[in-house]
């Protein structure tokens, strides 16, 4: 027995069996990874602001922001049961629950959007009747809200643009497939990094920080990849070249007046 294992590791096929495990493993640890960022990214922050509502010190949640944050729990929740099952062998359970995806996407995606007019309307309500120092703070607010209103359109379009390329390749090129639906789900992800405080940030001045988090979150499945395959899977570059435009956009139009003077009527409220 000793003879045959000193002989399997020297052939390699020791390391061999390990690589391949965990090309597998990899996007269930990836899918870990954002279950575990969403909860120390909202939990902390939610917290938070329940306590502030309490004291009055901000508006209350709007119901459709705990059914938005349901739909992408599931998501997530989903991405590490997925996952999960591909890196354990089961693919026709996989495949299965799969259609749950085709619910969850565009359902994430309306709520994002009624969530991100009523929290917005809510603000403008408040600025409107307050006064002095506070009123000064709610249109302070508004402000924020009025440039991440920016990145929130762009992720309403490329987060569902991702996924239907995902669910597309999931026949004819599943590599594609797998990463492009962690490749989607990144898009979103930033709004609960950028709740971990102690993260350094450059917002409100500047979305870099989120973009650079972005890029680090997916940082140990693509250099995974990288060593593993020696190139840059056809996902990565797919994925860039659609994120890129729209991320130089948002640098162009945050915090200048022309977009924030026209916020106001997107949201529903000018």
Not at 93 to 119: C, N
Not at 151 to 167: C, D, E, I, S, T
Not at 223 to 228: I, Q, T
Request: proline share 6%.
């Amino acid at each position: 027995m000793a003879i045959s294992a000193s002989s399997t590791i020297a052939s390699g096929k020791g390391e061999g069996d390990w690589a391949s495990s965990a090309d597998r493993w990899i996007f269930v640890f990836m899918a870990a990874l954002f279950f575990v960022t969403a909860l120390a990214g909202f939990i902390p922050d939610s917290v938070k602001k329940l306590d502030m509502v309490a004291a009055s010190a901000r508006p209350s949640f709007p119901a459709i922001l705990h059914v938005h944050a349901l739909l992408m729990g599931a998501w997530l929740s989903l991405l590490l049961v997925q996952s999960s099952l591909m890196a354990s062998g089961n693919r026709t359970l996989h495949m299965k629950m799969g259609v749950a995806a085709v619910i969850l996407a565009p359902a994430i995606v309306i709520t994002g959007a009624i969530v991100a007019t009523t929290i917005y309307g809510q603000y403008w309500e408040a600025a409107s009747l307050a006064t002095g120092a506070e009123r000064a703070g709610f249109e302070a607010d508004l402000v924020i809200k009025g440039n991440l209103t920016l990145r929130n359109l762009v992720g309403a379009v490329l987060f569902p643009l991702f996924v239907v390329m995902a669910l597309r390749a999931r026949l004819r090129d599943p590599g594609f497939h797998k990463r492009m639906i962690f490749l989607a789900t990144v898009v979103p992800l930033p709004a609960a990094i950028a709740r971990l405080t102690w993260l350094p940030s450059s917002m409100p001045d500047s979305p870099l920080s989120l973009d650079l988090f972005t890029l680090a979150w997916i940082a140990p499945m693509f250099l995974w990849d990288l060593v593993r395959q020696r190139k840059v899977h056809r996902a990565y570059i797919v994925w860039f070249a659609c994120w890129l435009p729209p991320t130089l956009l948002v640098y162009a139009f945050w915090g200048t007046d022309w977009w924030l003077s026209r916020v106001p009527a997107l949201m529903g409220v000018g």
